[in-house]
């Protein structure tokens, strides 16, 4: 059995066999109970799609909850829908003026999807009984 020592510098602890194969021993236990090793074999499969959604739509939940005192809300549409923007926020809490404008840009974006000549949205309101049409929405054309 050698004894042999390497030579330490000033203040370092002396190292041997005996301390070396310990520090291997507690190197090997500490990294098999953090589980750092893992083999490609037992990689963390992908997401899958409904679950992440699931997640991530709880996540977005959370966060819209510290937004405007948790008043706002957002409508989500997939990425391949091609709509100009795929993110819709409103306030579900405000008034019937703001709830009416954010439907009114969710019936715009959907005309701009059947008609790509569709460009602007006017909305209007009777400003008395005479008129039949109470409320309009409407999307104009290109000329």
């Known amino acids: 059995m050698s004894t042999r020592k390497v030579a330490a510098a000033d203040g370092m602890p002396e190292i041997n066999r005996r301390t070396a194969l310990v ?18 074999s037992e990689a963390a499969e992908p997401e899958q799609p409904w679950v992440k959604a699931r997640r991530l739509a709880r996540e977005l939940s959370d966060t819209l909850a510290q ?9 989500i549409y ?10 819709l926020f409103g306030d579900m809490e405000g008034s019937a003026e703001h709830r009416l404008e954010f439907h009114a ?7 701009r ?7 602007s949205l006017w909305m209007g309101r009777a400003v008395d009984d005479s008129n039949p049409q109470r409320f309009n929405v409407i999307v104009v054309r290109e000329g």
């Open 23 to 40: 520090a291997g021993a507690n190197l090997a236990l500490s990294t098999a109970v953090l589980g750092v090793t893992v083999s490609p």
């Open 67 to 75: 937004c405007d005192e948790g008043r706002t809300m957002a409508y």
């Open 78 to 87: 997939p990425a391949s829908a091609g709509y100009h923007s795929n993110i």
């Open 105 to 111: 840009k969710a019936y715009s974006m959907a005309a």
């Open 113 to 119: 999807d059947i008609d790509a000549t569709a460009t």
